[in-house]
């Protein structure tokens, strides 16, 4: 069969490229460029715990020592500290890294990946569709026709594949803009991320009264100033002189020595596409959404994007059409980006309303500091990651089903399992193979050896019946799952989210709730990979 075309070589197209191979589909990714990404300081992400457990999960390196962690997160207004968050292991931490890092290490774990193919320098200038698959033409020192089984649109805000498959992509231009600067020096506080909003200190320029400082490692910091809506120039005197305004308030009136790095102006816009489906091509990351105001971060959901298409993605490339289980995909990762522009949408005129009565209202900065806090923290409507509620992959109602912790649908808590050869692993680890993962929660389990209880209980009986269900699925033990009672099984997408929780080995129930996770009956998608081969 044909492989995956991924067109773009960004984070997202090249996340995508290491896990579909990591489920052994070949790819091919198109990169326009030659190869490498220019080192920009300035140009930074911030991942939430389970995106960067998902990268490390797919190259195998610890992002700690590439990007940093932060230690905390202060917001202070004017001069009064309105909140402070000390990271100490019971929350999940932000990691801070330069793209160019980023894609590094991802390049750097593809090279050793022979079901990839980087055909640099290939720009896609044209593509047709059948119903067998996609031909794609690139343009370049070595322009050529690339063949796939599907194509998949990672190629950012302009992206080509879009506008080739006539997705509209509306939406708001310049929500926000920020001047950015990566520099290194010293700071008074240590590793502590900042929000300042109205900072007592005059500053030269158009300003909108706040700066967000984010550390990096080797004592480099990107420093961020929203600007005012309009389209005033940021000349490089005008920066300079912000950067030594802000260094020297932050200093008691002294500017510390500093080396500029990096420079830059950010304008963030607010788009979703209409379709991220279009039969065999579909979009990922910028290319499909963009968001990023009010502190969160777009190429976080663009890994998600990533995360929920490729084990979808690799059941049709082994299996055969699965029309149900491909639709999900717009389905469940549109609906979760579209809330979070509504949520950014509709806090922006409170957070930037600038003035009127709602600022004397007594609590409303301490309200105005907690929605920031929750986007720069992935907290909240803004920045939470999203559960799969109402997605079409969802079972009927279970006789056995009973709570947990993990609501269905959203992302399982990472705890220690036994795998099936009797090494202790995290849960996290066993995602992204393209198998369900059914996890018996049984106390004691950690202290004996597995041979005493893999034929004891009802573990033969459970065993039993995921050898029965329709897909391929791995039996994991776990002392305990947060909010779980002995003997409670959990049902577990291929991207970490939560299809039930069944109170104890109930066969039936278990087939269903698989049966649906990969998108219904065989007899069903047989049926509508015929109904789709034929338009």
């Known amino acids: 069969m044909d492989p995956v075309i991924v067109v773009g070589a960004g984070p997202v197209g090249l996340t995508l490229a290491l896990a579909l191979a990591r489920q052994e589909v070949p790819c091919v990714v198109l990169d326009e460029g030659p190869g490498k990404d220019e080192p920009r300081a300035s140009r930074t992400v911030v ?26 997160w202060r917001s202070v207004r004017r001069k009064q500290v309105m909140r402070e968050v000390f990271f ?21 774990a593809l090279a050793d990946e022979p079901l990839v193919k980087i055909a640099v320098e290939s720009r896609l200038d044209g593509m047709e569709q059948e119903s067998s698959g996609v031909t794609a033409h690139t343009r370049g020192p070595k322009g050529t026709w690339w063949r796939g089984s599907y194509l998949v649109g990672c190629d950012g805000p302009r992206s080509t594949v879009r506008k080739l498959q006539d997705i509209r992509f509306p939406g708001r231009t310049a929500v926000e803009r920020h001047a950015v600067a990566a520099l290194r020096t010293e700071l008074p506080w240590y590793n502590e991320a900042l929000l300042h909003r109205m900072p007592p200190w005059r500053m030269s320029g158009p300003s909108a009264g706040e700066v967000t400082a984010r550390p990096l490692p080797d004592g480099v910091w990107r420093l961020d100033w929203l600007l005012p809506p309009g ?94 289980l491909l639709d999900s995909y717009q389905t469940e990762r549109r609906a979760i980006v579209a809330a979070r522009l509504r949520a950014a949408d509709q806090a922006l005129p409170l957070l930037r309303g600038g003035g009127g009565l709602r600022s004397y209202v007594p609590g409303s900065a301490r309200g105005h500091d907690s929605l920031l806090t929750d986007g720069h923290l992935g907290h909240g409507p803004l920045g939470a990651p999203g559960a799969y509620a109402d997605s079409p992959l969802a079972p009927p109602p279970l006789e056995g089903e009973v709570p947990v912790r993990t609501s269905p ?84 997408r291929p991207d970490g989210h939560l299809v039930t929780a069944l109170g104890g080995v109930r066969p039936a129930d278990l087939y269903a709730a698989a049966e649906a996770a990969v998108g219904g009956p065989a007899k069903a998608q047989a049926e509508a990979g015929a109904t789709a081969g034929s338009r």
Not at 54 to 68: F, H, S
Not at 302 to 313: H, P, T
């Open 409 to 492: 649908g959203s992302s399982v808590i990472d705890v220690r399992v036994t795998a099936e050869d009797g090494t202790f692993v995290r849960l996290r680890d066993r995602l992204g193979r393209g198998a369900l993962l059914v996890v018996l929660i049984a106390p004691g389990t950690g202290v004996w050896e597995r041979r005493h209880w893999v034929s004891a209980g009802i573990m033969p009986q459970l065993a039993a019946a995921v050898m029965a269900l329709p897909h391929h699925a791995e039996l994991l033990v776990a002392e305990s799952y947060p909010g779980a009672a002995a003997h409670t099984v959990l049902l577990v």
């Open 88 to 108: 100490d292991g019971t929350e999940p931490v932000p990691l801070h890294i330069a793209q160019h890092v980023l894609t590094g290490v991802l390049r750097t």
């Open 231 to 324: 389209k005033d120039l940021v000349t490089p005197e005008l920066l300079l002189t912000r950067i030594r305004e802000t260094l020297a308030g932050w200093s008691g009136g002294t500017t510390p020595p500093y080396e500029l790095l990096d420079t830059g102006v950010h304008t963030v816009h607010h788009r979703l596409a209409r379709r991220w489906r279009a039969d065999r091509v579909f979009l990922a990351g910028d290319a499909a959404h963009l968001h990023g105001s009010l502190g969160t971060h777009g190429l976080d959901e663009g890994l998600r994007d990533a995360d929920n298409l490729a084990w979808k993605l690799a059941l049709a490339w082994h299996h055969g059409p699965h029309e149900a």
């Open 47 to 72: 991942l939430r715990e389970d995106t960067t457990a998902l990268i490390e999960r797919l190259t195998g390196v610890p992002l700690d020592r590439v990007g940093a962690h932060w230690a905390g």
